[in-house]
């Protein structure tokens, strides 16, 4: 199948796929004659992966390690496992700031509803207030 096609199945754009054979998470398509890429099932195969692995938080330098492990015929799972384990530890530090950002923007908001007269200088009490 063409570029356009396989994306269109995939749900990515050619662009998508360009980048991914870049990045070595494809195989780069054999040219026609015509110059055009030339697709093959395992192409779509490797995207539905790809996606998958995505939708678990994986980064595209993960998936392309345990793509290679898998086609070096070991079983990438304990290395899948750890990946998991590093990206779970970040959400959940990211979930922290984002608890504190909260917090203070609630802090912030407050402080608009009665904002106290500014100073001179002041540009705005309720940004410089903070802190």
């Given amino acids: 199948m063409r570029i356009g096609e396989l994306a269109r199945r995939a749900g990515v754009t050619s662009d998508t796929l360009r980048y991914y054979e870049r990045a070595g998470l494809l195989d780069r398509a054999p040219r026609a004659p ?3 890429r030339e697709y093959g099932n395992s192409a779509l ?6 996606s998958k692995a995505q939708v ?3 980064r595209l330098r993960d998936i392309r390690e345990v793509m290679e492990i898998a086609v070096g015929g070991r079983a990438p799972c304990r290395h899948v496992r750890a990946a998991l384990d590093q990206r779970l530890h970040q959400v959940e530090a ?3 700031e984002l608890r504190k950002l909260r ?3 609630r802090e912030a908001l407050l402080r608009v509803s009665r904002p106290p007269a500014p100073a ?3 540009r705005c009490p ?3 207030t903070v802190g």
Avoid: K, M
Avoid at 45 to 50: Q, S
């Fill in 34 to 36: 015509n110059g055009y």
């Fill in 45 to 50: 195969e490797d995207l539905r992966f790809i």
């Fill in 56 to 58: 678990l938080g994986l």
């Fill in 94 to 96: 990211r979930l922290r």
């Fill in 103 to 105: 917090a203070t923007l």
């Fill in 120 to 122: 001179a200088g002041c």
């Fill in 126 to 128: 309720v940004i410089e």
